[in-house]
């Protein structure tokens, strides 16, 4: 690509010496973002015969059919990655040779793909023409607003062939399965550091920056993502004003009550087909499922640490922060999480809410009922990937694993 003048940047044509007539919109002529896409009124003669979808030209039929057979014959030659479409081999090159051949005519700004600029330009016209016929939101893209409409309907069309997990968007999936590969092909120039997601990347090299752009407007704490501000703030929510009808309990989101009542119902909808274990949630069993496949697909933006959930995630983040909101009454001892307090009040109360439903044995800790109740089943959910033996307590196998690396 020719290089542009310190000074300026690309232009149309022709553009800078046109006389406009008063009102004439410039930009709508030569950076319609819509005149960037393909008409989706076009005729698709050409039908998948194991789908149905519809294609204009024979070649897109073509290429498409490959999704089916799982066929990926073009492979990137710096990083040996496969892919089923030669033109998206060719983006994926773009990573390494840091190349940015679609060039906003307004800003100068430069993008790899030709989807993302049109995207972009929507931020200078500010047009948004497609509206969810559900919510009335609105969308500067057609394929943004079909992927809205999913959130609505719950539709999980697209499945993980490893593990069955499904997902509401092909993007999703894509990232889920990196987790399986454990594909990381982001690098950090400056310490090295690899990350399964681009995202993630850009969030890291703030700890280079040191920036942290994002202020509590309470506290004046500030932070370098949004997320960890958001997170933050229900530190400062004191009020709970949404109470379970059966034991009075308090909650800030309807969210976090729809989830209790399942304490109370006891209804267990949702097994693993591994091992036969019963969940009230399909989280939960999402979550369990990981045990089986050894899959961590929460990855810290900060160090690239990866963990089973999201909520482990969450508690290794304050590693990071060092924040600790929550301080015992009784002896001052500050905690990150108000979960991590209550815990620790059980120490000057000497009570033990938690009964094993088995033999009565009660417990201060939920944790701890649950590890017991293991003694019951005989259930050993945590395997050595060296030598298959099974433990009931994760601290067993760890102590396990030291056997194997005293052998070397």
């Known amino acids: 690509m020719e290089a542009l ?17 008063e009102g004439e919109n410039v930009f709508e002529q030569h950076c319609d973002p819509n005149a960037l896409l393909l008409n989706d009124t076009t005729d698709k003669s050409f039908h998948c015969t194991l789908c149905g979808k519809g294609f204009s030209q024979k070649g897109s039929l073509k290429r498409h059919t490959q999704t089916h057979s799982g066929e990926k014959p073009f492979g990137c030659p710096v990083c040996g990655k496969v892919f089923s479409r030669e033109s998206n081999c060719k983006e994926h090159i773009l990573i390494h ?6 060039q906003c005519t307004l800003c100068c700004k430069g993008f790899t793909q030709k989807g993302t600029l049109v995207k972009h330009l929507y931020t200078h016209t500010g ?10 939101k609105t969308f500067a893209r057609i394929g943004e607003q079909k992927i809205h409409m999913v959130t609505h309907t719950g539709e999980k069309a ?60 309470i506290c004046g704490k500030s932070f370098a993502q949004k997320s960890t501000l958001k997170k933050h ?31 109370h119902t006891k209804e267990k909808l949702y097994d693993c087909l591994l091992c036969g274990k019963s969940f009230a949630q399909k989280g939960s069993l999402e979550k369990h499922i990981f045990i089986h496949t050894g899959q961590k697909p929460f990855e810290c933006k900060e160090c690239g640490k990866v963990f089973t959930q999201k909520g482990h995630l969450t508690t290794h983040m304050l590693t990071h922060t060092g924040e ?27 009570e033990k809410p ?39 307590q994760k601290n067993s196998l760890r102590k396990h694993m030291q056997s194997h690396t005293d052998e070397k």
């Open 5 to 21: 003048p310190e000074d300026s940047c690309a232009i149309t044509p022709g553009l800078e010496d046109r006389e406009y007539s």
């Open 97 to 102: 040779t840091g190349e940015k051949p679609f």
């Open 127 to 136: 047009g948004k023409p497609y509206e969810c016929s559900e919510c009335g």
């Open 158 to 217: 697209h499945e993980c062939a490893l593990c069955g997990m499904a997902f509401g968007q092909k993007g999703s999936l894509t990232r889920h399965m990196q987790s399986h590969s454990g594909e990381k092909p982001f690098k950090c120039d400056l310490c090295g550091k690899f990350f399964a997601r681009n995202s993630n990347l850009k969030v890291h090299l703030l700890n280079h920056k040191g920036e942290k752009s994002f202020v509590c407007s």
């Open 233 to 263: 703030n229900y530190t400062h929510i004191t009020e709970r004003s949404v109470e379970c009808p059966i034991c009075g309990k308090a909650f800030v989101h309807q969210g976090q009550i729809k989830l209790h009542m399942l304490s």
């Open 324 to 350: 600790k909101q929550f301080e015992c009454s009784e002896c001052g001892k500050p905690f990150a999480r108000n979960s991590d307090l209550k815990a620790h009040k059980v120490i000057h109360s000497g």
């Open 354 to 392: 938690y009964e094993c439903p088995i033999c009565g044995k009660c417990y201060s800790h939920k944790s701890n009922v649950s590890k017991h109740i293991r003694t019951h089943t005989g259930e050993k959910p945590f395997e050595c990937s060296k030598c298959d033996k099974r433990f009931v």
